[in-house]
């Protein structure tokens, strides 16, 4: 069993950063791959990033490339995003998710296939 908590989120201006914190509970979090989630008001969860156990591979949002940066760190069973030059449209509650599947349906688990949910972190940009 995974329990994930989220910390960091906050209000900042655009152009801002902030650094979100998934911090995990149970051994097995170091064999879990790890993906960032968003939802907006009115909107449907998205895809942010996600990360693989070892933390050697990522991937991201398109849309998000070059503005955000994921990482975890095993030790401390920990899984950090970093996001830089916020805007306004990055508003939302930002959720982290674990998987220990081993197979997914893509390059990376889809939102169904993450078993496991933080209760999100709400990040606010001002304009």
């Known amino acids: 069993q995974v329990q994930l908590v989220e910390s960091g989120g906050g209000l900042v201006q655009a152009g801002g950063s902030l650094r979100l914190s998934c911090a995990a509970s149970?051994?097995?979090?170091?064999?879990?791959?790890v993906g960032w989630f968003r939802q907006a008001p009115g909107q449907e969860r998205e895809f942010v990033t996600a990360?693989?156990?070892?933390?050697?591979?990522?991937y991201y949002a398109d849309s998000l490339k070059g503005r955000f940066t994921i990482s975890r760190d095993n030790a401390k069973n920990t899984v950090y995003l970093q996001m830089n030059s916020l805007k306004p449209d990055d508003t939302a509650v930002y959720y982290c998710?674990?998987?220990?599947?081993?197979?997914?349906?893509?390059?990376?688990?889809?939102?169904?296939?993450?078993?496991?949910w933080g209760q999100g972190t709400q990040v606010t940009v001002s304009s």
């Open positions: 149970g051994r097995a979090f170091s064999n879990c791959n």
């Open positions: 998710a674990a998987t220990l599947r081993l197979t997914f349906s893509g390059p990376t688990p889809s939102i169904d296939e993450y078993d496991y």
């Open positions: 990360i693989s156990w070892s933390g050697g591979t990522t």
